[in-house]
């Protein structure tokens, strides 16, 4: 995000007098540059310049040594000698008394003094205090303290005017030191969206603010003195054997060279300032003009030690197992894909110099002793870029806007104005011959007509309108037959390649809002949709219920398997492993919400909850077993590509699960309330079926993290009439129980919602009213303990026919009495005929095909 120091911008741009950063911020918000911050002045307050007229040495009792100064701040800031607040070291005249630490001034300097009442960056309010046993009144300030860094002399100290940060500085006591040492600029920073890069250069930005308010503008690269260059300097040779998509990594070469330059020439002030305010860090003087450079024109230079490179200079890719020492220290592993700056020095005549367009190398970096300059100015392929500083970690301001796209048509101006400003402060002298290899693509002409911004924006634009837009931004404008437009967009202008990049322009330059603003009209008959009825009604039929719905992250450790029991087999452990997780130990993605709502029932038990009552709704990710294709950035992926993709993708779906546990409400005059049971989490996973209008069959089962024995397996039968599998409910392991630290016998449930949505019918028949009375009657039959209950129902619905009206199962039992191997299903059944009331024949013949039905379909014996 470019920091925009209004000073800086003032010099390619009008600005008004008096303008201030928020005027500045919304005049380019209104050409899409939004504002992300605004820095003020970075002191305000009276600092001023002083004059140390007397100073006395104190030592102290801790070992210090303290300075006891009488400071001359001018005839308006002077102490009252009237009304003096106390005694000073020296003659008595007009200033103040202020302690001070640094040893590095004596009397007759000018120093930077801040007064009580300023406000230095921090902020840090000064004001007279009582210090070593006297009134400081006021304070002499660093670099450090004022925020301009270190002293560039390495003098560790107060400013001097006329050495170290007041380099070329004077001044009067009394003078605003504000102004003195450019502490009053303002700045703005903005943000800039991947598709205008040319936004990462002061250039741009000022282009842009010209178009909002209609400022003059003054193109930099214009400025530069473009001297007759003759004969060829350093050879370069571009040689791209593996393009990436037939696209070379380097398609233009720029090198100058530059002797003489001073090692000792400090970066100029206003220089050091700007590139301070602008976010970077004055290093040296070779270093900081390749920086300002980048920040004025778009574009990244480099500097190599003329001395330490052997030509020719060869672009090409990294071979596998080449390393490279890059300019932060790290040793790094180079990739084929790597596009490389390298010499014909080093023992194999064949060294890495640099990643080319992301970071140098060590072997030829500018140090103290560089005389002799190499500028290199190119341009290099976006997406290679982008790769190699991903694949490196390893985002540089140059990356920055190579990725983004540099105007090929500036490298030659870039390297001659750092030339220019290398010889103006570093005293070289620039070499005539120079090197600029490969070639300048021109920009593709956009054929669209001139009605397209009307039809697709909705506003009536003129044509001046149009043509006018698009000749401001620097496009190349030829109308054609039939209302078409051939359009060639500038060369710092890569974003525009379709009509509708052209449409967004003149919508953006006419004005944002010029466009109305009108809210759509929702069509009649529509809604939520069934799946999102179906979330709802299951979300309330649970806090009906009492439960209360919770929230959590979805991210899980990979302990979390082995502590809820999963077999080392289980399709669950395939979870989804997180790149760039929150946290080092939550890399997965969860495979099911109980793994995510245990811990939420932990720390609730933890801050005080006697008891635990509730659910989430969420989504679950299963790892896909497939790896999904990198298509290429330059085109639309292929049909194929695109399945492989969709394929690799993790399987998701959502989810809802309860947790309860403890007492199921509170203590009252009629006793303890009953503790939620794993009969309870059955009943929960049927009130959402109900809730939603599907029905759900329980088996018996064993499946982790439940008891074995206390859970049922529940599942659907769908359109097709197949029966799957959509959760379990039932009570939790005891070993989880108290992992989680939960209530003895907790119970819990986790149902697949959006398989039981889908198992539901799409429309409710609705049931005529019986006009008849109903008849009950009781059936027990023993069965083999294999049988399922839903069996012995689903035959008694069988056998009975349209006269069952409802099937209940009250009592399951089990014991001597029964058999070994056998249980007792007890049933009520409500019996009712839509044509007459049911006399004691035609219920004795529907109790007897219940039995024969039951019977032949699962060997059940009526019990006697």
């Known amino acids: 995000m470019p920091r925009i120091p209004l000073t800086w911008l003032s010099e390619h741009t009008t600005l008004p007098v008096g303008a201030s950063a928020e005027q500045v911020a919304t005049d380019l918000s209104r050409v899409g540059l939004e504002e992300e911050a605004i820095f003020g ?52 005249r007009p200033s103040r008394g202020i302690i001070c630490g640094a040893h590095n001034f004596e009397p007759g300097d000018l120093v930077v003094v801040s007064l009580p009442g300023t406000v230095l960056p921090g902020p840090f309010p000064i004001a007279a205090r009582k210090t070593y046993g006297h009134l400081s009144d006021g304070m002499i300030c660093s670099g450090e303290e004022l925020g301009l860094g270190p002293d560039p002399d390495g003098v560790d100290g107060i400013i001097v005017l006329g050495r170290g940060h007041g380099a070329g500085l004077t001044g009067e006591p009394g003078d605003d030191a504000v102004s003195l040492l450019g502490l009053g600029d303002e700045v703005v920073e903005i943000n800039v969206t991947p598709d205008r890069g040319y936004c990462f250069a002061m250039r741009g930005v000022a282009r842009e603010y010209a178009h909002a308010t209609g400022a003059d503008f003054t193109d930099p690269a214009t400025t530069v003195k473009i001297p007759e260059l003759t004969g060829a300097g350093i050879p370069v040779q571009l040689r791209d054997e593996s393009p990436l998509h037939g696209t070379d990594g380097c398609t233009r070469f720029v090198a100058l060279e530059v002797r003489g330059v001073d090692p000792t020439a400090r970066t100029p002030r206003w220089m050091a300032r700007r ?71 080093g023992p194999d005549g064949d060294r890495v110099l640099g990643l080319a367009g992301v970071m140098g190398g060590a072997d030829t970096e500018v140090t103290e002793t560089t005389k002799n300059v190499i500028l290199e100015a190119a341009t290099f392929d976006p997406v290679s870029i982008a790769r190699t500083a991903r694949r490196h970690r390893l985002p540089s301001e140059a990356s920055k806007r190579f990725e983004r796209g540099v105007d090929p048509q500036i490298p030659l101006i870039a390297a001659l104005r750092a030339a220019e400003l290398l010889a103006e402060y570093g005293g070289g002298t620039l070499d005539l011959r120079h090197t600029d290899e490969g070639t300048v693509t021109e920009p593709a002409a956009i054929t669209a007509r001139i009605d397209d911004a009307q039809r697709i924006v909705g506003i009536d634009y003129t044509p001046e309108q149009v043509t006018g837009s698009l000749e401001q931004i620097g496009c190349i404008v030829e109308p054609g037959a039939d209302g078409t437009l051939t359009v060639t967009p500038p060369s710092w202008r890569p974003d525009l390649t379709i009509p509708e990049d052209l449409v967004e322009e003149v919508a953006r330059l006419v004005g944002y809002e010029q466009i109305p603003s009108q809210l759509p009209t929702a069509p009649g008959g529509r809604g939520l949709t069934r799946a999102q009825q179906g979330r709802r009604h299951a979300a309330r039929a649970l806090a009906e219920a009492g439960l209360t719905e919770v929230a959590s992250y979805p991210f899980i450790p990979e302990s979390v398997f082995d502590v809820l029991g999963y077999e080392a087999d289980d399709e669950r452990r395939h979870a989804v492993r997180l790149l760039n997780p929150l946290a080092d130990d939550e ?124 859970v049922g397996q529940l599942r659907v039968t769908g359109a097709e009439g197949e029966s799957r599998v959509v959760g379990h409910a039932g009570e939790l392991h005891p070993a989880v129980i108290q992992h989680y630290g939960l209530p003895a016998r907790s119970a819990a449930l986790e149902l697949d919602l959006e398989a039981v949505i889908a198992a539901a019918p799409a ?102």
Request: net charge negative; proline share 7%; aromatic share 4%.
């Open 41 to 92: 002045a970075q002191v305000t307050g009276p600092l001023v310049v002083g004059r140390v007229l007397d100073l006395v040495k104190e030592p102290q009792k801790n070992g210090k040594t303290i300075n006891w100064c009488r400071v001359d701040v001018g005839p308006e800031h002077n102490e009252d000698l009237d009304n003096p607040k106390d005694p000073q070291p020296g003659e008595e």
């Open 763 to 864: 429309v409710v028949r609705a049931e005529p009213v019986p006009t008849y009375p109903a008849a009950k009657e009781d059936f027990a039959f023993v069965v083999d303990e294999s049988v399922p209950a839903s069996a012995v129902e689903a035959a008694i619905v069988v056998g009975i026919g349209d006269l069952a009206e409802k099937v209940h199962l009250f009592d399951v039992f089990t014991g001597e009495q029964i058999g070994e191997g056998k249980k007792s299903l007890a049933f009520s059944v409500r019996l009712r005929s839509t044509e007459g009331t049911l006399d004691a024949k035609k219920i004795g013949a529907a109790r007897e095909r219940c039995i024969t039905a039951v019977a032949d379909a699962v060997g059940g014996v009526l019990r006697a």
């Open 275 to 345: 590139l301070t305010q602008a976010g970077m860090r004055p290093i040296s003087l070779i270093v900081d003009v390749t920086n300002y450079v980048m920040l004025d024109l778009g574009q990244p230079l480099h500097a190599y030690d003329g001395e330490k490179l052997v030509g020719p200079i060869v672009v090409r890719r990294a071979r596998a197992g080449e390393k490279l020492t890059t300019l932060d220290d790290v040793t790094r592993t180079l990739d084929p894909e790597d596009l490389l700056i390298t010499d014909c020095a």
């Open 587 to 710: 890399p997965l993605l969860r495979t099911e919400l109980l793994q995510t709502l245990l811990p939420v029932a932990r720390r609730n038990l933890g801050r005080g909850e006697e008891s635990v009552a509730i659910f989430q709704r969420g989504s679950t990710s299963r790892a896909s077993e497939q790896n999904a294709p990198v298509p290429a950035p330059a085109a639309r992926p292929s049909d194929a590509e695109l399945e492989a993709i969709f394929a690799a993708l993790p399987q998701q779906t959502g989810a809802i699960a309860a947790l309860i546990g403890g007492a199921s409400g509170p203590d009252s005059w009629q006793g303890a309330p009953e503790a939620w049971g794993w009969a309870d989490a059955l009943d929960l996973a049927r009130r959402i079926a109900a809730a939603v209008g599907a029905d759900l069959e329980v088996r018996q089962s064993q499946h982790a993290p439940f008891h074995p024995g206390r």
